[in-house]
């Protein structure tokens, strides 16, 4: 079996932000192999991420993303439990990727309800419209309707968007291996997005 160092255990330590003993651990079972050590804290981390979710979170941080030529910019507030975990690398990464995100995707929120209703009515009008316009029976018209609000809702919402680095995930999904690797309950809170002259 490999030697165990405090050296291997404060690298992988760094970059998930889990326990020294959590490393410590992932390292013995994984025989010292790093990229299994990780894998191994992942899986675990993902069990114990759906126990974290409803944990305070009253620290974070407030990452700010300006894309290359200036014109395009994302603010977002992204919480955890401790102070520790916000300074962390894997912590600032997870913002980062978040920011990109949300500066590529242009969500209209993170969840359902932060749409205005008022934008959800408009595009209800425009399915009703389209569906009366191609001919659809006026009984089925409703349920056709609701699908696309559906559909509108996951491709707008942060939580419910493809991943942009990986469109097999969504940010939902992202989020919960986070936590399942940092070790603590994260929340994205809020976001603005400039765009220059919108």
């Given at each position: 079996?490999?030697?165990?160092?405090?050296?291997m255990?404060?690298?992988?330590?760094?970059?998930?932000?889990?326990?020294?003993m959590d490393?410590?651990?992932?390292?013995?079972?994984t025989?010292?192999d790093?990229?299994k050590?990780?894998d191994?804290?992942?899986?675990?981390?993902?069990?114990k991420?759906?126990?974290?979710?409803?944990?305070?979170?009253?620290e974070?941080?407030i990452?700010?993303?300006?894309?290359?030529?200036?014109?395009?910019g994302?603010?977002?507030?992204?919480?955890?439990?401790?102070?520790?975990?916000a300074?962390?690398?894997?912590?600032?990464?997870?913002?980062k990727?978040?920011a990109?995100h949300?500066?590529?995707?242009?969500?209209g929120?993170i969840?359902?309800e932060?749409?205005?209703?008022?934008?959800?009515n408009?595009e209800?009008?425009?399915?009703r419209?389209?569906?009366?316009?191609?001919?659809?029976?006026e009984?089925?018209v409703?349920?056709?309707?609701?699908g696309q609000?559906q559909?509108?809702?996951?491709d707008?919402?942060l939580?419910?968007q493809?991943y942009?680095?990986?469109?097999k995930?969504t940010?939902?999904e992202?989020?919960?291996?986070a936590?399942?690797?940092?070790?603590?309950?994260?929340?994205i809170?809020?976001f603005?997005?400039f765009?220059?002259?919108e």
């Amino acid at each position: 079996m490999a030697e165990i160092t405090a050296a291997m255990v404060k690298e992988l330590r760094d970059q998930t932000g889990s326990g020294m003993m959590d490393c410590k651990k992932a390292l013995a079972e994984t025989n010292g192999d790093p990229e299994k050590a990780l894998d191994f804290l992942r899986k675990k981390g993902l069990a114990k991420a759906q126990k974290r979710a409803g944990r305070a979170t009253s620290e974070g941080m407030i990452y700010s993303y300006i894309h290359a030529g200036s014109k395009l910019g994302v603010m977002v507030e992204i919480n955890c439990e401790s102070d520790f975990v916000a300074k962390s690398d894997s912590f600032q990464e997870f913002a980062k990727n978040v920011a990109m995100h949300i500066a590529a995707s242009n969500p209209g929120g993170i969840h359902p309800e932060d749409i205005p209703e008022s934008v959800v009515n408009r595009e209800r009008e425009i399915y009703r419209a389209q569906c009366l316009e191609q001919g659809k029976p006026e009984n089925i018209v409703d349920k056709i309707v609701e699908g696309q609000v559906q559909k509108f809702y996951k491709d707008s919402c942060l939580m419910s968007q493809s991943y942009i680095k990986d469109p097999k995930k969504t940010i939902a999904e992202m989020t919960t291996e986070a936590i399942g690797i940092i070790g603590e309950n994260i929340q994205i809170k809020r976001f603005v997005r400039f765009q220059l002259g919108e």
